[in-house]
């Protein structure tokens, strides 16, 4: 069974800076391609960000040149960099993994493409 734990939301200023990370148990983290997706009050779930096993990257718009992905297979972690945040990217951020090839191999963007998720972080940037 594997499950995945968000920790590093919190409140911070317009321009600020944050790191979340993402803890999977259960299995290697090496096994599988891994999303970031995030939810505010009132809104659908979006996607932000994801990478395959090959470390191909895919953003959203809303988050390109702001946002970076990574992950380290040793920790079995993986991370979502955030810079120059606003007010606009508070909500709650969900980690995500998948195991298919095709997440693996190509990289995913849609919610329904991965198995995994964790319960969310909540982000919440002031003006």
């Known amino acids: 069974q594997v499950q995945l734990a968000e920790s590093g939301g919190g409140l911070v200023q317009a321009g600020d800076s944050l790191n979340v990370s993402c803890i999977v148990y259960?299995?290697?983290?090496?096994?599988?391609?891994m999303g970031w997706f995030r939810q505010a009050p009132g809104k659908e779930r979006e996607f932000v960000a994801s990478?395959?096993?090959?470390?191909?990257?895919h953003y959203s718009d809303s988050v390109k040149g702001r946002f970076t992905i990574s992950r380290d297979n040793a920790k079995n972690t993986g991370y979502l960099q955030m810079n120059a945040l606003q007010p606009e990217d508070t909500a709650v951020y969900y980690c995500?993994?998948?195991?298919?090839?095709?997440?693996?191999?190509?990289?995913?963007?849609?919610?329904?493409?991965?198995?995994?998720w964790g319960r969310g972080t909540q982000v919440t940037v002031s003006s």
């Open positions: 990478n395959t096993l090959t470390d191909t990257v």
């Open positions: 259960g299995r290697a983290l090496s096994d599988y391609a």
């Open positions: 995500t993994a998948d195991g298919s090839s095709y997440c693996t191999g190509h990289g995913c963007n849609e919610a329904e493409d991965f198995d995994y």
